[in-house]
């Protein structure tokens, strides 16, 4: 059964730097993009990066510049490095990957169970 495991949340002060990691473990065929999301209590989820296959990224415009996502596809795994955090960056992060668990089977989103990062001023 194929997982996301996510590492790094933590608290950090205004102006300090997280570095999150998540990795896909199980059976699974060919991931497809792999992202970064955030979520505000009482609020929707929202888009902070992806990464596609082919190594083209996004990122939401709150992360432009500050923060960078990477990809290790021989690893099964996305990292995102965050500079400069703001208290608006405070947020449970959410690992996603969008793959197929076999050949010729849809592609589907898997979600990480969340890491909470804090920005402390």
């Known amino acids: 059964q194929a997982r996301l495991v996510e590492s790094g949340g933590g608290l950090v002060q205004v102006g300090g730097s997280l570095r999150l990691s998540c990795t896909a473990y199980?059976?699974?065929?060919?991931?497809?993009?792999m992202g970064w999301y955030r979520q505000l209590p009482g609020k929707q989820r929202e888009l902070v990066a992806t990464?596609?296959?082919?190594?083209?990224?996004n990122y939401a415009d709150s992360a432009q510049g500050r923060f960078t996502i990477s990809r290790d596809s021989a690893k099964n795994t996305v990292s995102l490095q965050m500079l400069r955090l703001k208290p608006e960056d405070t947020a449970v992060y959410y690992c996603?990957?969008?793959?197929?668990?076999?050949?010729?089977?849809?592609?589907?989103?898997?979600w990480g169970q969340g890491t909470q990062v804090t920005v402390s001023s």
């Open positions: 990464i596609s296959s082919d190594g083209i990224t």
């Open positions: 199980g059976s699974f065929f060919n991931i497809n993009s």
């Open positions: 996603n990957a969008r793959f197929s668990l076999k050949y010729g089977s849809p592609l589907r989103d898997y």
